[in-house]
């Protein structure tokens, strides 16, 4: 009787070039991945045959994944309500391309302007990368302005009068703002990296499970990031003075030892806080300390 192979299936992901393209790559890695590009390649590498992948703009990826060009796709919020597109979030990745920070799409105008409030944006110019975004934000608060496309360099345009009144841009620290001299006068919302999907494909069971895979993978990931592992012994009469000092993910893993007067104890802990930790477990008794990284955290 002749064996039926199994149809191999594959998921079809969208990757970000440009400013998120290192990022990206390097969160897949932690996450197991190893995802190759070679220079003028739009087609990554990728060691599971179970994945294609395909680069293009962040801003590209929600409407290609919205037509079933993609699957799935990592792309921003920012881009995501910039294309009106109807898809399924499968959830939020918390990094951009320098921090872990949000990255916050503002108003801004010269520090000189007259204009202090939104309202005051009545009837005046701004020139925005996100022009949907931006006319849906001034409509649903009531406040008439024209608003035009920027090519880039955005930040430049709003202290030549002729072009533009305001700016809408997107800031992580806030540092290219101050150094063309703006203030901003309104947050319009805060864009983080998301993990998004074709509808059809969510329908699909076996994409479904393989996406919900992967976000897992790398969601852990980035928990990681920031925290470590701590192993100890401790003579169990000095237990609850230690446990007074322990931080930890959830309850510490407490286990036996051959010797019965002594306790072996694992946590995991955020990293900012070991380098006052560890000489604080050691004054309270704990011996044998070890720190070791992460490389996934999955609640």
Not at 14 to 36: D, K
Not at 51 to 79: H, K, N, S
Not at 141 to 146: K, P, S, T, W
């Amino acid at each position: 009787m002749e064996s039926i192979q199994e149809e191999h299936r594959i998921l079809r992901i969208g990757f970000p070039s440009g400013s998120l393209q290192e990022s990206t790559l390097r969160l897949f890695a932690r996450a197991g991945y190893q995802v190759r590009l070679t220079p003028r390649s739009y087609e990554p590498d990728i060691d599971d045959p179970e994945l294609e992948g395909l680069m293009f703009r962040a801003q590209e990826i929600p409407q290609y994944v919205e037509r079933g060009v993609l699957d799935v796709g990592v792309t921003g919020r920012d881009c995501i309500l910039e294309s009106g597109v109807q898809v399924v979030e499968i959830g939020e990745l918390l990094y951009s391309k320098a921090t872990s920070r949000p990255y916050r799409w503002v108003i801004a105008v010269p520090e000189e302007s007259p204009i202090r409030t939104l309202e005051d944006l009545r009837g005046k110019r701004i020139v925005s990368e996100l022009v949907k975004a931006t006319r849906r934000f001034l409509e649903e608060r009531g406040v008439e302005a024209e608003v035009e496309f920027s090519w880039g360099t955005t930040e430049v345009k709003a202290g030549i009068p002729a072009i533009a009144d305001a700016i809408v841009d997107g800031t992580e620290t806030g540092s290219s703002l101050r150094a063309n001299r703006l203030r901003i006068v309104e947050t319009m919302f805060e864009s983080t990296t998301r993990f998004i999907a074709n509808e059809s494909a969510w329908e699909d069971p076996w994409k479904r499970r393989k996406a919900s895979n992967l976000f897992t993978l790398l969601d852990g990931a980035l928990e990681a990031e920031a925290k470590v592992g701590l192993k100890m012994n401790v003579p169990r009469q000095r237990l609850d003075e230690v446990m007074k000092s322990l931080p930890a993910l959830h309850t510490p893993t407490i286990s036996s030892q051959v010797d019965e007067d002594w306790v072996a104890i694992e946590i995991i802990a955020d990293e900012r806080i070991v380098r006052d930790l560890i000489p604080e477990l050691k004054r309270s008794g704990a011996e044998g300390i070890v720190e070791y990284p992460l490389n996934k955290v999955v609640y």
